[in-house]
């Protein structure tokens, strides 16, 4: 495997899009720069969290603490996306 370091970037760069699916039955969030997507944070009913990196890699580095805090900062949105749904009368409700 060859690996190639490109500029450290900021993660003041990026932006995020919010997503859902029904099969499986996931909420997401989209880790983008310049609208291509490097990495989707998905999270089920039960609060499990998967990370999916972009196959084409776009070559990205990121400084560690920074790269921890986007995570941190999705999976929080995630969470509270999550406590949202399984409100009584929502899609993810025991009901």
Known sequence: M?????????VDQLSYQ???ANDPDIIGVEVMLDGHVLFDISMNPAG???EL??????????DLS???SV????EAELNAWR????????IWSAQ
Request: net charge negative; glycine share 12%; aromatic share 12%.
């Open 48 to 50: 499990e969290t998967s």
């Open 2 to 10: 060859t690996i190639f370091h490109s500029e450290p970037i900021g």
């Open 71 to 74: 995570l941190t900062k999705c």
């Open 83 to 90: 406590e949202g749904l399984m409100k009584p009368g929502e």
């Open 18 to 20: 919010f997503v859902s």
């Open 53 to 62: 990196f972009d196959s084409d890699g776009w070559k990205a580095e990121f």
């Open 66 to 68: 920074g790269l921890r």
